[in-house]
């Protein structure tokens, strides 16, 4: 792993460099196949199905037959990517998932976009909070939610050299910001400490939240509070010794995640310190049990709480409840 935060502002959007990627794999290999169920524009593909006709398949409106067919080519010994939001690669073609692909052990590239509230005004029936919980649950198949275009691109390459199961969630068609330099390189299975605090306070996120934890820090730092930030990209597999190390090192751990408070990555961590000796507070920023909602992305944010200030407000009353329950003792 070799990682190196960028330091210029760059945006780019996850659509973008699916699109770039794949035309730059297709034209390093012809084994590389593109899977879209009528969402080619939605994902920036549309141009490869006219310059790479027979590397690009459309199947309509039947994600399910999208996902067998994508079985049946990794047994061609072709490499497939599939494209679509997420609720329509987990909920919808749940069995075709788990038969044709992790239990047949298949390669597949699942590109799964606007994941949580990344939907946005796409509203309840595209919306998914719990495609983490579900796919973590099914063997063989890697979960990951990259925190910048610059890992999303990495494990697009990733997974053209090594091949498996991957199911990849992120966002679609907003600009994000660059955390990492386009050389960086980052392990399967490893976190990130992104900024090694002082403070004996974790925060461990993915996705859109690595962005808000940095934002968080900034803030805190004026504060004298310096918590340590960890990106916790890789989900499944993830990085069990660094999350035990954390957990003796801090005495408050908190997970933000854009995913249900059930079966992400706060059940991971959860998880890991119920095995440990030690016995850090614990804290959980994510989508309570709920359904989708419709409104704009700081719209949502503000309303599941996912924002930096809130990050911020946590921390702070941490620190408050402490000082009350010493005034309570004296």
Known sequence: MNVALETEKKTTSFREVYAQTLNELIVED?????????????SSTDFLFEIHPNNCVNFGISEANMISAAGGMSKAGLIPFAHSFAPFVTRRPL????MSIAYSNNNLFIYASDAGIWSQRNGGTHTTNEDIAIMNAMPNCQVFNPSDPVQFKWLMNNYHKNKGFYYVRGGRKNEIQHLYKEDSTFEVGKGIVLHKGSSKIAI??????V?????ALDSLKQKEIDPTIVDMFSIKPYDADLLQQLIQDNDLIIVLENHSKFGGIGSIVAYEIAKSNN??????????DAFGEVGSLEFLMDKFKLRSSDIEDTILKYFSDIETNKEKTE
Do not use: C, R, W
């Open 30 to 42: 012809n084994d590389v196949m593109v899977l879209e169920s009528d969402l080619m524009k939605s």
């Open 95 to 98: 069995d075709q998932v788990y």
């Open 204 to 209: 461990v996120a993915s996705g859109i939240m």
């Open 211 to 215: 962005s808000e934890s940095l934002k």
């Open 279 to 288: 016995n850090p507070t614990f804290k959980h920023l994510a989508i309570p």
